[in-house]
C-alpha cells in the first residue's frame, strides 16, 4: 500500500517542537483535525493554536507549525481504534511517531486490541501488511466478526391436489350436473404422496468481542401421515399402500378406500364416524350423522341429519333439512338444493336453491341453476354471491352478507395495532443508539452497564424490526384483498325484490323496489347498485 492520505509527524527541538504537516498525494484524502488534535493533546502539546494548525491541514502544500514545548520527550506511534455499533469490525489508524520516537510492534498492536476487548476475529495478515509498509491516517480492518448463517425452514412437497375445488359441470341450457363430479383426488398403490426437505439449522455468529450472535430460528417440520401410507428409511417419502383416494387434513395426509354405504344411512347403518371419505349411494334420514377427515358424497338426499367433513361435502339431490339438517365442511358443499337446513362451508357452496336456510361460506355462494333462487334466510359469503332471483312478491324475509371473511377482519385490526406499537418502540430506540454510537465514535469508552444496556436495545431493535417486516408483509396482504376484492358484492342474473337486507363489509342497505339484471357493490362508503 502506499502512503496517499495526509499525515503528520512531530520533530521535538530542545525548547519547541514542530508538526510538519503532509499534504494527501493523488486520490487521498487530508488528515482529520480532531484526529490530529486528539495525538498531540495525547503527548502533551496544548499550548499551540489550533486555528493556525487547521488551516495548515488544509493547505496542498508541505507545512510545519510550531506547537510548542511540551515535555522535551520524543512522541510514540499513536493508534486510533473505532468499533462499528455492532462490534462486528474494528477499523485502525495510526499516526506516525516523532523523529525520534518509538513505533509499535504486533505485540503493542494486540495489546491495544485486547484492551479495547477485541479477542476474535482478528486478522494478522492485516497487521503484518501495516508493519511491513506503515501508511498513516488510513484505515486498516485488523478484526472482522463472523456474521451468522441464515438456515432455511424445512419444506414439505406434495404430489397430489391438497385443495380441491372443481366445480359442478354446467350445462349448455343452463342446468347444473351434480351427478358428473370428479373433485377426489384418486392414487394408485405405490404413488410417491410427499417429499420433506429438512430444515438447514445455519451457523451462530461471532462479534469481534467474542459475543456469540444467534442465526435466527427455523421452523421444523415432520411428514404426517395415516393408514394405508408408508415412510421412507429417512423420513423423507411417503407412499400410498392402496389405491384409493388421497387428501391433506390439518397437515395429515390420509389415503382411504373410502367407506362406502350401498343405501340409505338409516337404522340398518347407524352413525358413521370415518377416519376417510364416505360414500352414500342412498340417501341420509332424519337424526343420523356422518363424521368424516376427508369428504362425504351423498348420491340421494339429506333429511334432518348431521354431515360434518374436514373435506368437501357433495350432495347429488339436496337436503330437506326441516329445520334440524346441518352440513358442515372444512371445504366445498355442493349440493341442488338447500331448504330449511344449516350449511357451513370453509370454501364455496354451490347449489341450485335456497329456500329458508341458513348458508355461511368462506368464499362465494353461487345459485347457478336456470331457475335458481334465494328466498328467505340469510347468507354469508366471504367473497361474492351469485344467483338469479333473491326474495319474493310474498315477501320473504331475505339478508344477504359479504365481505371479507370475519376472522380476517379481526387480524387485520390486529396487525394495523401491533404496526403503530413496533414503529413507535423502534422510533424510541434508534435516537438513543445515535447518542451512544456519536459517543464512541469521538474516542471514549462506555462503562459495563451502559453497554449491556445498548446491546440490549440492539437486540431490541433487530427483533422489532424482523417482526414490523413479518407483519407488514401480512398486513399488506390482507388490505389489498380489501381494496381490490372484486368479489365483495351481490349479484342478480333476474330480479330481486324489496324487503332484501344487504350488507357489504360494514355497510347495509334495504331494497326498496324491484330490480333485475344487476349488481350490488360498495363504492366510495357505500352500497351502489349498477346494471349488469
Given at each position: 500500500m502506499e502512503q496517499k492520505n495526509g499525515y503528520i509527524r512531530v520533530e521535538v527541538l530542545e525548547n519547541d517542537s514542530i508538526c510538519h504537516i503532509y499534504p494527501p498525494k493523488e486520490d487521498g484524502v487530508a488528515i482529520d483535525s480532531k484526529e490530529v488534535e486528539e495525538y498531540l493533546e495525547a503527548h502533551g502539546y496544548e499550548s499551540y493554536d489550533k486555528?493556525?494548525?487547521?488551516?495548515?491541514?488544509?493547505?496542498?502544500?508541505?507545512?510545519?507549525?510550531?506547537?510548542?514545548?511540551?515535555?522535551?520527550?520524543?512522541?510514540?506511534?499513536?493508534?486510533?481504534?473505532?468499533?462499528?455499533?455492532?462490534?462486528?469490525?474494528?477499523?485502525?489508524?495510526?499516526?506516525?511517531?516523532?523523529?525520534?520516537?518509538?513505533?509499535?510492534?504486533?505485540?503493542?498492536?494486540?495489546?491495544?486490541?485486547?484492551?479495547?476487548?477485541?479477542?476474535?476475529?482478528?486478522?494478522?495478515?492485516?497487521?503484518?501488511?501495516?508493519?511491513?509498509?506503515?501508511?498513516?491516517?488510513?484505515?486498516?480492518?485488523?478484526?472482522?466478526?463472523?456474521?451468522?448463517?441464515?438456515?432455511?425452514?424445512a419444506k414439505i412437497e406434495y404430489f397430489f391436489n391438497t385443495n380441491p375445488s372443481l366445480k359442478p359441470k354446467h350445462n349448455d341450457d343452463g342446468s347444473v350436473d351434480y351427478r358428473e363430479l370428479n373433485t377426489i383426488s384418486s392414487v394408485n398403490e405405490g404413488d410417491l404422496l410427499a417429499r420433506l426437505t429438512p430444515e438447514d439449522k445455519g451457523a451462530n455468529g461471532k462479534d469481534?468481542?467474542?459475543?456469540?450472535?444467534?442465526?435466527?430460528?427455523?421452523?421444523?417440520?415432520?411428514?404426517?401421515?395415516?393408514?394405508?401410507?408408508?415412510?421412507?428409511?429417512?423420513?423423507?417419502?411417503?407412499?400410498?399402500?392402496?389405491?384409493?383416494?388421497?387428501?391433506?387434513?390439518?397437515?395429515?395426509?390420509?389415503?382411504?378406500?373410502?367407506?362406502?354405504?350401498?343405501a340409505d344411512v338409516d337404522n340398518s347403518i347407524g352413525n358413521i364416524n370415518y377416519n376417510g371419505n364416505v360414500h352414500v349411494h342412498g340417501s341420509v334420514r332424519g337424526g343420523f350423522t356422518?363424521?368424516?377427515?376427508?369428504?362425504?358424497?351423498v348420491d340421494g338426499v339429506v333429511e334432518d341429519a348431521l354431515i360434518q367433513a374436514d373435506g368437501q361435502i357433495i350432495v347429488k339431490c339436496g337436503i330437506h333439512g326441516m329445520q334440524k339438517g346441518v352440513l358442515e365442511a372444512k371445504g366445498?358443499?355442493?349440493?341442488?338444493?338447500?331448504?330449511?337446513?344449516?350449511?357451513?362451508?370453509?370454501?364455496?357452496?354451490?347449489?341450485?336453491?335456497?329456500i329458508y336456510s341458513e348458508v355461511n361460506a368462506t368464499e362465494d355462494v353461487i345459485v347457478s341453476e336456470r331457475k335458481g333462487f334465494i328466498s328467505g334466510g340469510i347468507i354469508r359469503a366471504g367473497g361474492k354471491v351469485e344467483t338469479q332471483t333473491i326474495g319474493s312478491a310474498m315477501g320473504a324475509l331475505t339478508r344477504i352478507e359479504v365481505g371479507i371473511v370475519p376472522a380476517k377482519k379481526e387480524r387485520y385490526g390486529f396487525l394495523q395495532k401491533e404496526i403503530a406499537i413496533l414503529n413507535a418502540k423502534i422510533n424510541k430506540i434508534n435516537p438513543v443508539l445515535k447518542t451512544y454510537q456519536?459517543?464512541?465514535?469521538?474516542?471514549?469508552?462506555?462503562?459495563?452497564?451502559?453497554?449491556?444496556?445498548?446491546?440490549?436495545?440492539?437486540?431490541?431493535?433487530?427483533?422489532?424490526?424482523?417482526?414490523?417486516?413479518?407483519?407488514?408483509?401480512?398486513?399488506?396482504?390482507?388490505?389489498?384483498?380489501?381494496?381490490?376484492?372484486?368479489?365483495?358484492?351481490?349479484?342478480?342474473r333476474r330480479d330481486i325484490f324489496p324487503g332484501v337486507t344487504i350488507t357489504i363489509s360494514d355497510v347495509t342497505l334495504t331494497t326498496k323496489d324491484k330490480r333485475s339484471f344487476c349488481q350490488y357493490e360498495k363504492k366510495n362508503g357505500e352500497i351502489v347498485c349498477s346494471n349488469l
Open positions: 486555528r493556525v494548525l487547521r488551516d495548515a491541514l488544509l493547505s496542498k502544500e508541505e507545512t510545519a507549525v510550531p506547537i510548542g514545548y511540551a515535555s522535551g520527550v520524543e512522541c510514540s506511534e499513536m493508534m486510533f481504534i473505532k468499533i462499528s455499533l455492532d462490534k462486528m469490525k474494528a477499523t485502525c489508524r495510526f499516526l506516525p511517531p516523532s523523529f525520534g520516537g518509538n513505533t509499535m510492534n504486533v505485540k503493542d498492536i494486540l495489546a491495544e486490541l485486547n484492551k479495547r476487548g477485541i479477542i476474535y476475529g482478528i486478522d494478522q495478515d492485516a497487521i503484518m501488511d501495516f508493519m511491513e509498509n506503515r501508511c498513516y491516517a488510513t484505515d486498516y480492518i485488523f478484526a472482522q466478526g463472523k456474521p451468522p448463517v441464515i438456515g432455511r425452514d469481534i468481542t467474542g459475543r456469540e450472535i444467534p442465526t435466527r430460528t427455523v421452523k421444523p417440520k415432520k411428514l404426517e401421515y395415516g393408514k394405508n401410507i408408508s415412510i421412507n428409511e429417512d423420513r423423507t417419502e411417503l407412499y400410498s399402500n392402496v389405491t384409493g383416494h388421497v387428501s391433506l387434513i390439518n397437515d395429515q395426509v390420509f389415503v382411504s378406500d373410502v367407506f362406502d354405504v350401498p356422518i363424521i368424516a377427515k376427508g369428504d362425504v358424497v366445498n358443499v355442493i349440493i341442488q338444493f338447500i331448504e330449511n337446513a344449516k350449511v357451513f362451508a370453509g370454501g364455496y357452496v354451490e347449489t341450485g336453491s335456497i456519536e459517543y464512541m465514535s469521538s474516542g471514549r469508552h462506555l462503562d459495563n452497564k451502559n453497554l449491556v444496556y445498548m446491546n440490549k436495545l440492539l437486540q431490541e431493535l433487530h427483533e422489532s424490526k424482523e417482526k414490523l417486516q413479518e407483519y407488514r408483509v401480512e398486513f399488506n396482504t390482507i388490505h389489498q384483498e380489501l381494496l381490490h376484492s372484486k368479489h365483495s358484492r351481490v349479484v342478480i
